[in-house]
């Protein structure tokens, strides 16, 4: 019996590189006959290669899908906290007695490579801090018909590690990497270790791994604009970059917004290399592989947005705590931990592992469905697609989404809430269809349709209306609906004039028009048309100034803070965030950005970090949000990068410094 069972996972392993060639080549997969003889495997194994039994019935589904790749998560904890990923706190583990002991998972694997399965991956969290890691890939190595043991890992630990895990057996690596900017790196993990992480890639290279598969999870607004850089990482390595469509959360909805399409990217890439060429697949593949020619490296994308391939799934995963997943979006868990502690026998784990595979659907439920149901954080289950929901709480409860950190979709949360607080603070003339303070005296109305943009911009902006005699008010916008201010206009005038709050006083702004350009006659707010407008060169200069306290800013200027350097951090984020501007104010145009300028420099005298932002673009209208905007993130992300030591932080001083270019002329703050 036990001669049989290692021809029989002989013969599925004969079976899988016949499989495997006839897709290379194109061609169907050939009879056992044809492929003994192209093996060219003698006597008893030839045999049994012709007269064998199908696929483990067990790890077949009713779809006909048959289950050879086994993936296990060896631990729920990672050493680092990635913004898409992670909370910056963590989150809650299971007790190190509920997870699996490397005996219970040496057990699971052998039973599961009985049954046919030819590759397990080791995953986390991140594998690699698990102590007895190279142990388990040693036992595993032992394992009669297990043709490959591979790991997903960070690389925080790669390089100090692989040479033992190389002897120990492992033969395949993912490394996730998602940007190739240092600087950017630390804002995504909320960590310092990007130099570990390329140590760890070229030694997998000298190491002799073909290839090293780097994965990267591509997000609109952050790395999409590196697609090239990282196929430009495949010229001289013999990388598999692999890009994988993120799949974006904002509360309790899809933002495909923020989801860049396969085809987009390949698109993108192809106006670089028009040569790029596509590579041939195993039928199971879940990437769809190019080539720039001659290239050491290659690249792919994991198309699972845009074009699933649950038809072609292999895929079973264990939980570090022991629970059997058929399908990673699912929500269905059988404990097997449970089943092998209570004495189960070999036959009857195999048989409730069948019954698990057998209720495999045929494919899982639309994105839309999938934020409506109950899972594990993803984190715990899967690290190489970070883009499903993040936990059970941040599904069902948008409003405690605050603890997963400052992400762009938490400011996309707060601009969709805009228009509802502005509902709730103003009210309509029904003469005038002008809206109005409702606690304002009944002639003192103000045309402020576009209140919404200026609570983005961070100051106030009325036009006053020239039969009134009222003093001008200014609106303290941290409480909309509330008349605050005690600033004083000069004699009423013919025409209008803008005035605008900056620390308790009103300054006059000169106007070019006497309508706000963001309404149209009815009132609504619409975008302005800047299709006739002439191109020119527009420029903008923006500050803003973060008081820190002496502690704070001591372990900033000594580069101290945990999370990291918050300097160049904050300057990542702000260049991000002109970026963004258009995603995050409703009415401004998406403009192409020649130039982004984030600058911090420390003033001790205030124990300040001060921010200057300067954007410069060629076209029809200008950059004075990208500016405001890449200072006000900076200013926001050095706050959070220091309100573990003192929440006694002031953002003060956000303003336009200097504009150039547009109808209304240069503006040069004094």
Known sequence: MA?????????????????????????????????????????????????????????????????????????????????????????????????????????????????????????????????????????????????????????INLTRLLPR?????????????????????????????????????????????????????VMRGLNEDELLDF?????????????????????????????????????????????????????????????????????????????????????????????????????????????????????????????????????????????????????LIEPTLMSFPLCQDALQNPSNSKQWGHTFSHWLTLRASLPRQKGKALMKNKLTGQLFLPRSHPEQQWHITGILQTQLRGYCVFQKDSSSTFDTKCLDTSLVGQVSGDCQSKEASSGSEFYTMDLGSCTKVPRASDNLTHTDEEGRATMVDVGGKPDSRRSAVAGAVVLLGEKAFGMVRQN???????????????????????????????????????SLSLDEARYAVVIRSSCQTWGRTGVEMEALTAASLAALTVYDMCKAVTHDIVIEDVKLLSKTGGQRGDFSRV
């Open 3 to 155: 001669a049989a069972a290692v021809w029989g996972r002989l013969v599925r392993g004969a079976r899988g590189a016949a499989a495997r060639r006839a897709c290379s080549t194109g061609a169907r997969a050939r009879a056992p006959a044809a492929a003994a003889q192209e093996l060219q495997i003698p006597g008893r194994g030839r045999f049994l290669l012709e007269h064998a039994a199908p696929f483990s019935p067990f790890l077949t589904d009713s779809f006909g899908r048959q289950h050879n790749y086994l993936r296990i998560s060896l631990t729920e904890k990672c050493n680092l906290r990635c913004q898409y990923c992670m909370p910056e706190e963590g989150v809650k583990l299971t007790p190190k007695s509920e997870l699996l002991t490397a005996q219970e998972i040496i057990t699971l694997a052998r039973l599961f490579v009985k049954e046919g399965v030819e590759k397990i991956r080791l995953t986390g969290g991140e594998p690699l801090i698990r102590p007895d890691v190279v142990d388990i890939v040693g036992q595993l190595y032992k394992l009669e018909g297990l043709k490959t043991i591979a790991v997903t890992t960070n690389g």
């Open 165 to 217: 895990l190389k002897e120990a057996g492992l033969n395949a690596i993912n490394i996730s990497l998602d940007t190739l900017v240092p600087a950017k790196f630390e804002f995504i993990v909320r960590r310092k270790g990007f130099h570990k992480v390329m140590e760890g890639i070229h030694k997998a290279t000298e190491l002799g791994y073909r290839p090293v598969k780097v994965n990267c999870v």
């Open 231 to 379: 196929v430009d990482f495949t010229k001289d390595l013999p990388l598999d970059v692999r890009f994988i469509e993120y799949m974006p959360f904002d509360g309790n909805k899809w933002n495909f917004k923020k989801m860049v399409s396969y085809k987009e990217m390949l698109d993108t890439i192809k106006q670089r290399w028009p040569e790029l060429e596509r590579l041939p697949c195993e039928t199971s593949s879940t990437a769809k592989s190019y080539k720039v020619p001659h290239f050491q490296g290659q690249i792919s994308f994991i198309t699972s947005m845009s074009e699933h391939f649950c038809g072609s799934c292999n895929r079973l995963r264990i939980t570090a705590d022991g629970n059997l997943k058929v399908c990673l979006f699912g929500n269905s868990e059988v404990s097997l931990r449970d089943h092998l502690r209570s004495g189960a026998s070999e036959e009857e784990l195999v048989q409730i592992i069948g019954a698990a595979v057998g209720r495999k659907k045929k494919q899982h439920a639309g994105m839309f469905n999938i934020s409506q149901m109950k899972n594990r954080p993803m984190i």
């Open 560 to 598: 101290q803070v945990k999370k990291g350097d918050v300097l160049a951090v904050a300057q990542i984020a702000g260049i991000q965030g002109a970026k963004l501007t258009s995603q995050l104010i409703p009415l401004c145009h998406n403009i192409p950005l020649y130039h982004v300028e984030v």
